[in-house]
């Protein structure tokens, strides 16, 4: 099967079906996951029409600043998703700069409320990755996938020896920075992403369905002078391994 370590199915909107439908085809186990509580609730319903899908709770950084209530209500949430994704910080694309102690209190409650609950956490880490770099070493956490990483070679190589795994996504053959990472990724934590529809179409203005997970694993494949079914399979037991660190037990056929 396809991994598919990161996407946002709600982008997807009214071609939504279309991408349900690619999933199946192509048998990619897709996380999706979520910017807030009403993006993660789309993701449970999609689930249940593709048991690829494996719906993942998330309060993004850019939605931190309009969180309402207490952060003890998003326990319950913590506890009911298997995955807890996409939380993180972001001192470059956030679209109110003001409001980074707001995401700080968001991402530290989460960190540490999935921490206590064994989950696999997907990570947003734009322009704050020495801040999570230090916070996960706190947490001696390695349940971790750092989400299209984009930060310096320093706290990258840190960030590897924490035991986090890390995803390449579609920008990778146009990204000069993609392409010095991969080397460095340890073969045993790489992992493939997509980030839903706008991704590709910010890295080169078309609309990204799920497979584009496969034009992925083809230029890995020739990067790594392997064959695409090797590089598929490594990916595969990566995913596997993460799931099985987390208790999580993985019965698609």
């Known amino acids: 099967m396809y991994i598919d370590a990161h996407t946002h199915l709600d982008f997807y909107g009214e071609q939504v079906e279309k ?8 048998k990619i186990i897709t ?11 789309k993701n449970n319903e999609y689930a249940k029409d593709c048991a690829y899908v494996i719906p993942a709770f998330g309060i993004h950084p850019w939605k931190a600043g309009s969180l309402k209530g207490e952060l003890s209500e998003l326990v319950p949430w913590i506890e009911e998703s298997k995955m807890i994704g996409e939380i993180g ?4 694309w956030a679209e109110d700069p003001e409001n ?3 995401q ?3 991402y530290y409650f989460l960190l540490e409320q999935s921490m206590k609950r064994k989950k696999v956490i997907t990570i947003h880490t734009k322009g704050a990755e020495e801040e999570i770099y230090e916070s996960l070493k706190a ?3 390695s349940r971790v996938i750092i989400h299209w990483y984009s930060g310096s070679l320093e706290t990258f190589k840190k960030l590897i020896l924490l035991g986090c795994y890390f995803t390449i996504s579609v920008d990778y053959g146009v990204s000069a920075l993609t392409e010095q990472l991969l080397p460095l990724i340890p073969m045993e934590r790489l992992l493939t992403e997509t980030d839903g529809p706008t991704a590709l179409e910010w890295v080169t203005g078309e609309y990204g369905y799920p497979s584009e997970v496969i034009r992925i694993v083809e230029r890995l494949a020739a990067a790594k002078h392997c064959t695409v079914a090797e590089i598929k399979q490594i990916i595969w037991c990566n995913f596997c391994q993460l799931m099985e660190e987390s208790g999580i037990g993985l019965t698609i056929e």
């Not at 991408?19 to 192509?26: D, G």
């Not at 910080?89 to 470059?92: E, I, Q, R, S």
């Open 19 to 26: 991408a349900l439908r690619e999933i199946k085809v192509h």
């Open 31 to 41: 996380i999706a996951n979520s910017m807030d509580l009403e993006s993660y609730k």
């Open 89 to 92: 910080l972001d001192t470059v």
């Open 100 to 102: 980074y102690e707001r």
């Open 104 to 106: 700080q209190a968001v």
């Open 139 to 141: 947490y001696d956490c």
